[in-house]
């Protein structure tokens, strides 16, 4: 069977992927990080009425041909108030956020303006000289600049992060209708695997993947279960796969992918729903899973198996299980963020599928690259920016362009 290249794989996915229709409301605080359930239309306009970007002088522009005319201050506009309507040939001091009174139709800024007299206790009853021709509309905040009253302002589908909540907040919004968070179920294969802060077995090594994957779940704004490390035993993967469908819509297990003797991932998944192995034409994570786990009441949870070595683990969520969590979230996929850099490096003997080097963003804005790009090295994912994309069969030269995406689009969304 031939090996389905990254875009194959990542279109079989997304198109299993349907999103959720399960919606809460929540505060505006508790949505950080949330997918908005449906499109928030605002009520009122922003700004509500015309208003000023800077402490100055407002004014009608017509009335100021040239540098140097003076004219009288007959009103003081702070903001949280409204003018009266300015007279022809006069001005009013007006302060930043203030609403423009009626008749005005410019703002000059204070620098611009040389104060003639002293204010009185109204802080008026003096004179400018305005230093400064300006334009129609100059420094004025049109009503509805920002946001329009009857008018879609953040879509369904939108990831909510700190500045979208504050659009919300800017329609006088407290609380969003958003999506449930997807809940995920992960556990790991190995008996060589031993947790963080307990004795190191004979043999054994510490399990790394456990606590990259947990992380990049999280960082997609995912609930998630840890079933932990699971015996290396058909039964005991069958159990935890039926314990972990119940409550989970996703499933995503690291190592017992490949067709060792002691790789039960395939089996177990079979029996109890239905499996696809893939072989993938991408270097670091060539075997890759996809299925579905059997529940009650005749539904299902997805499953996806990740290979076992660390970095082909972090590379295989990134480019599959990120974009189909995010399918599944509701949000739009959007091709994997990229932008051309120059390599640092020589690439000369290029491997027959698609690689992701781990590289480093240089002082000089080139790529370097890390000097082991083996599978096993964790290390080099953490030194990297992010990956270097390298087409099948592709040579690179120092000083050619190459696809670079970064790791923190990736990890956030």
Not at 87 to 110: C, D, Y
Request: hydrophobic share 40%; glycine share 8%; charged share 20%.
């Amino acid at each position: 069977m031939s090996m389905k290249t990254a875009t194959e794989a990542l279109a079989i996915l997304l198109a299993q992927a349907k999103p959720s229709h399960f919606e809460e409301l929540v505060s505006l605080q508790e949505s950080l990080g949330r997918v908005l359930a449906l499109d928030l239309i605002s009520s009122v306009n922003v700004p509500p009425m015309d208003n000023t970007q800077m402490d100055g002088y407002v004014l009608r522009a017509e009335d100021i041909t040239k540098e140097g005319v003076v004219i009288p201050v007959t009103q003081r506009i702070p903001a949280g108030y409204i003018g009266q309507p300015l007279q022809a040939g006069t001005a009013a001091r007006i302060f930043t956020g203030a609403s423009i009174p009626p008749n005005a139709t410019a703002v000059v800024m204070q620098e611009d303006c040389e104060v003639i007299g002293q204010p009185n206790e109204s802080g008026i009853g003096y004179q400018i000289k305005v230093n400064h021709i300006p334009q129609f509309g100059e420094w004025i905040r049109a009503k509805g600049e920002d946001l329009r009253e009857n008018t879609t302002i953040l879509q369904m589908g939108t990831y909510l992060r700190p500045q979208e909540l504050g659009v919300a907040a800017s329609a006088g919004v407290t609380r969003l209708m958003v999506k449930k968070k997807i809940k995920v179920a992960l556990f790991f294969t190995g008996d060589e695997l031993t947790l963080p802060g307990q004795p190191l077995k004979p043999g054994g090594i510490y399990n790394s993947n456990r606590d990259t994957l947990i992380a990049c779940v999280r960082a997609l704004g995912c609930d998630y279960t840890d079933f932990g490390i699971v015996p290396d035993t058909l039964q005991a993967t069958r159990d935890t796969l039926r314990v972990a469908a119940k409550e989970h819509d996703l499933i995503v297990t690291s190592g017992g992918v490949s067709v060792g003797e002691e790789d039960h991932i395939k089996p177990a998944v079979n029996a109890e729903g239905q499996l696809d192995m893939w072989q993938i034409a991408i270097k670091p994570g060539k075997p890759l899973a996809f299925g579905s786990v059997r529940r009650e009441l005749e539904s299902s949870a997805w499953f996806m198996g990740l290979p076992g070595n660390p970095v082909s683990s972090f590379v295989t969520f990134l480019l599959f299980v990120r974009p189909f969590i995010l399918a599944l979230q509701g949000r739009e996929h959007r091709n994997d963020p990229y932008i051309l850099l120059e390599s640092n490096f020589d690439w000369l003997r290029p491997d027959k599928r698609n690689e992701f080097l781990r590289v480093k963003i240089s002082q000089d804005g080139k790529l370097d690259l890390f000097p082991n790009q083996s599978s096993g090295v964790l290390t080099s994912a953490a030194w990297g920016d992010g990956l270097a994309d390298i087409p099948a069969g592709h040579v690179v030269r120092k000083g050619d362009q190459i696809r670079f995406i970064p790791f923190n689009q990736l990890l956030h969304g």
